[in-house]
């Protein structure tokens, strides 16, 4: 497709389940981030790649929370031993620039539920 | 540190009739992009329109505007002419020139009456 891909879009999992979000980017979009966003609040940086580097993990909130790009395209945002508190919608954002400012393009999220 | 406040969790509007949305940013950087998204309840963000620091003029797209006040720091948008399908949750988001994150506000829950 032409957008962002997201998948699962929704995943229940009991507490202590580990879990594997996918994103698919735009083809050829160097830049890819996850976000998540708690339900009435705004999305929150979680971490950024350029190509297959991750350049920022500031915003994982423990060490459960994994992300990786291997090959540049796909992205996966591993979360170990959730917790009900990780329950939000995770969002892929890719943007076509490395520098610069320029317009992100979203996925429709993943929502998670941790029982 | 940058911040982004949206002061107005909840907004109603006539159909057909104007409405601003607030949006106020914090950073010290000089070089700057102020964004705005919609949410429907779908979930997925759609850009609307961007203001870079150094435009002199403000940024219009449709019915879409955004009043840039940088003495301010404000960076409101206004939606003319409100459609029903207008009705969602509107993102004021800054990135700086460095580009590895954007900064979300808390958003705003437009609802558009018939």
């Known amino acids: 497709g032409a957008g962002v891909s997201q998948s699962p879009r929704y995943k229940v999992a009991k507490r202590g389940q580990d879990v594997a979000l996918r994103c698919d980017p735009i083809?050829?979009?160097?830049?890819l981030f996850w976000y998540q966003q708690a339900l009435g609040q705004g999305p929150e940086f979680l971490t950024y790649f350029q190509n297959e580097a991750q350049l920022d993990k500031s915003g994982l909130p423990s060490d459960r929370f994994f992300a990786e790009r291997p090959e540049g395209s796909v992205s996966t945002l591993k979360i170990q031993r959730t917790q009900q508190e990780d329950s939000a919608v995770y969002l892929c954002?890719?943007?076509?620039?490395?520098?610069?400012?320029?317009?992100?393009?979203f996925g429709e999220g993943s929502r998670l539920t941790v029982l | 540190a940058q911040k982004i406040t949206q002061t107005q969790p909840g907004m109603f509007v006539q159909e057909k009739e104007a409405v601003t949305l607030d949006c106020t940013y914090d950073t010290s950087d000089q070089s700057y992009g102020l964004f705005w998204y919609k949410q429907p309840s779908s979930g997925e963000m759609i850009f609307l329109i961007y203001q870079g620091s150094y435009d002199e003029q403000n940024a219009t797209e449709g019915r879409y505007s955004l009043n840039f006040q940088k003495a301010r720091k404000s960076a409101n948008l206004v939606i003319s002419a409100s459609q029903l399908g207008d009705s969602a949750m509107y993102f004021c988001?800054?990135?700086?020139?460095?580009?590895?994150?954007?900064?979300f506000g808390s958003g705003t829950k437009l609802n558009v009456k018939p």
């Open positions: 954002a890719s943007s076509l620039r490395s520098s610069g400012i320029g317009e992100l393009f």
């Open positions: 988001a800054m990135s700086l020139y460095n580009f590895n994150k954007f900064y």
């Open positions: 083809s050829g979009h160097v830049s």
